[in-house]
């Protein structure tokens, strides 16, 4: 069974470029396009890996990993933190759930390797 992994990213372009990427590996793949409503969107999918940006219009990325790792449900789920802004690494490191920061633009074999990293790690 393929793993479901969710796309937060309020960008079309990337969102796009996430989605068809992660699909190509033969992941299921969900997507949702700003902060606001995320937390429900997330409970509602279960996915198994999040991607998540950290920029995103009515509630950030960082706001939302806050949540997940606070919440017994979503503590364990591995997360992607892809972002522009690479001086925010250091805010996501003290959070084990964080299986890899991307810095934005990024490579799909960059993104690949994450989420392998992710599913062997969280299986």
Known sequence: MAKTVLVIEDEPTILSFVKDTLELEGY?????DN????WNEINRVKPSLLVLDLMLPGFDGYSLQLKLSQDPATKDMPVIVM?????AKPLFEK?????????KPFKA???LAAARRAAAAHP
């Open 95 to 103: 959070f084990p759930q964080v299986v890899a920061f991307l810095k």
């Open 109 to 111: 074999d960059e993104l």
């Open 83 to 87: 972002t522009a802004e690479a001086a």
């Open 35 to 38: 902060g606001r409503g995320a």
């Open 28 to 32: 299921t793949v969900a997507t949702w």
